[in-house]
């Protein structure tokens, strides 16, 4: 049996249904959008959720004529006693993973304003299990982040949980938090894409030469080469849906000058703008988008702007998408 195991494996991707692209408009033709926060961190909760929530974006979107819900995962009383903040976390996720996956059943796109990157496991949980069927969906994942954040215990050299999340995600590390967060199995390796990565560690670098995760730099990003559309076309074609993920620290520092991570080079919130909006105008499998790790300090109110900018961007790709297949049908 174990000789045929592969064999069945190629002959489930010709006997699976394809999965049908998600449709984000209510019965009204109104595109329908759900901003959900995740403030749990590995360190206790933020506040960044919040402030992104409620920093004018609901304002931006009415105008973009969504209908926009606000949600924000929670633990149960019984969870929030006992458990050390990654255990927390964790459990955290699991709620998260479980409204996103609701909202994806019920039309409504999602759009995450995290703590920090480690909620990217719940998020990305949340569409795996969003099928028609039990059986789990391929998820693609664009990381536009500074950093790889694929660290694992024995490689980091900080100790931080932020700079783990993708070896979490990929089964490479934290096992038991990957489970409580409801991702299961791993993102393989050829689902993730990164884009502006320009720090890691030596140990870390070397665990990433020696993955599958393609990855783009910050030119491909800041002028959308056709290198970055040649890996979203690659992931449409081997996944089932496809989160974009940023870590407000890919920015140019100038938009992120609180960000205790900042990194020279970045690109700006206008050109990751004008990439969303092709993105989710061009890729029906393009079914969520999330922002993580808004500054605390965030002079002038750059950062806001600028995540209010990006998910505008984001938004009236998908509002163009949904009006293209509606025209379609």
């Known amino acids: 049996m174990r000789k045929l195991a592969p064999l069945l494996s190629i002959i489930a991707l010709f006997v699976a249904p394809p999965v049908q692209a998600q449709r984000y408009t209510g019965a009204d033709g109104r595109l329908r959008v759900a901003l959900v926060k995740q403030p749990f961190s590995p360190t206790g909760p933020s506040q960044g959720p919040s402030t992104m929530a409620n920093g004018g974006i609901q304002k931006v979107l009415a105008g973009l004529g969504a209908d926009v819900r ?7 009383p019984e969870e929030d006693k006992e458990y050390g903040g990654w255990k927390r976390l964790g459990m955290a996720l699991g709620r998260f993973a479980e409204i996103v996956e609701r909202n994806e059943r019920e039309g409504f796109f999602t759009i995450g304003l995290l703590a920090t990157c480690p909620s990217m496991p719940g998020l990305v949980a949340g569409l795996q299990h969003s099928g028609s069927t039990r ?69 870390e670098q070397q665990m990433l030469d020696n993955s599958l995760i393609e990855q783009l730099s910050v030119d491909d990003i800041r002028n959308m080469t056709p290198a970055v559309f040649a890996e979203l076309d690659r992931l449409s074609r081997i996944t089932d ?51 993580a790790t808004i500054p605390s300090t965030d002079e002038g109110g750059l950062s806001l702007a600028a995540v209010n900018r990006m998910i505008e961007g984001a938004v009236k790709g998908l509002k163009s998408r949904e009006a293209h297949l509606s025209k379609s049908k």
């Open 70 to 76: 606000v949600q924000e995962a929670a633990l149960a």
């Open 135 to 203: 059986e789990p969906l391929r998820i693609g994942m664009l990381w536009l982040d500074a950093h790889a954040d694929f660290n694992t215990p024995e490689t980091t050299r900080s100790g931080s949980l932020g700079g783990m999340p993708v070896a979490v995600a990929t089964g490479r590390a934290l096992q038991g938090m990957r489970l409580d967060a409801h991702l299961d199995p791993p993102l393989a390796d050829r689902y993730i894409v990164m884009g502006g990565v320009r720090l890691t560690d030596p140990l």
């Open 241 to 291: 849906k496809i989160y974009v993920h940023i870590d407000m620290d890919v920015l140019d520092p100038r938009e992120v000058a609180g960000h205790v991570n900042k990194v020279p080079n970045g690109p700006s919130s206008e050109q990751l703008a004008r990439l969303f909006e092709a993105i989710f105008s061009r890729y029906p499998k393009a079914s969520a988008i999330g922002f």
